[in-house]
C-alpha cells in the first residue's frame, strides 16, 4: 500500500515557492499532478518535463522537490506527487494556497504616560512576524509595539518596521521627532 501524505501549504504571490518534499530515499521516476493534470515528470537518466502553466515557471529536482518561480494566484489547488524509489510507489498530496503580495507596514505612534509608543500594523492574510530596528541600536526587537522612555528619545532617531512572512519582508520608516507632540 502506497503512504498517503497531506500538507496545506502557503505561498505569496511573486514569491518562489518549494513543496517542502523530505524523501530519504533515492527517486527513479516522480511525476507531479496539479488538480490531476500533469504538470511535470521526471525518469532517471532524462531532463525533467513540464507541462500546462507551469512550463515556463517551474524546477523539478531530482530530491522530488518542485519550485514554482513568480507564483500566481491560479497556482492555488491540490498538488499530488507520485514517485518510486527503487522498491514502491509513494503519494504525498499538498494543498496550495497562494496569498496576495505582503503591504508596506504601517507605523503609528503616540505618547502615554512617559513611554513613547510605535505601534507596526499591516493588513494581510497570513501571520506576521515583526520586528523592530532603531538606526541608534544594533538590536531588533521581536515585536508589533515598541515602547520608548520619553527622556530615552533621541529625536535624531529613525525606527523601522519590519514584517516577515515565508522568504519575503516589507519595511517602513519612520523618524522619532514626528511622534513627539
Not at 40 to 46: D, I, K, V
Not at 104 to 131: H, R
Request: overall charge negative; some cysteine.
Amino acid at each position: 500500500i502506497a503512504h498517503i501524505y497531506c500538507k496545506d501549504t502557503v505561498g505569496i504571490m511573486g514569491e518562489n515557492f518549494t513543496f517542502p518534499v523530505q524523501i530519504d530515499r533515492k527517486i527513479v521516476e516522480a511525476i507531479w499532478k496539479k488538480n490531476k493534470d500533469k504538470v511535470a515528470e521526471w525518469e532517471e537518466q532524462t531532463q525533467p518535463t513540464y507541462f500546462g502553466p507551469l512550463c515556463n515557471r517551474s524546477v523539478l529536482m531530482k530530491d522530488g522537490s518542485l519550485t514554482i518561480v513568480n507564483l500566481e494566484k491560479d497556482d492555488a489547488g491540490t498538488y499530488e506527487l507520485h514517485y518510486w524509489d527503487s522498491v514502491k510507489d509513494h503519494h504525498l498530496d499538498f494543498v496550495l494556497f497562494v496569498l496576495d503580495s505582503l503591504p508596506e507596514p504601517k507605523i503609528s505612534c503616540n505618547t502615554s504616560d512617559d513611554k513613547l509608543v510605535l505601534n507596526c500594523t499591516a493588513d494581510f492574510q497570513g501571520s506576521l512576524n515583526y520586528a523592530w530596528k532603531l538606526s541608534n541600536n544594533p538590536r531588533s526587537y521581536q515585536n508589533q509595539e515598541l515602547s520608548i522612555l520619553l527622556e530615552k528619545v533621541d529625536v535624531t532617531t529613525n525606527a523601522t518596521c519590519i514584517i516577515k512572512f515565508s522568504q519575503t519582508e516589507r519595511r517602513s520608516k519612520i523618524s522619532l521627532i514626528q511622534c513627539l507632540p
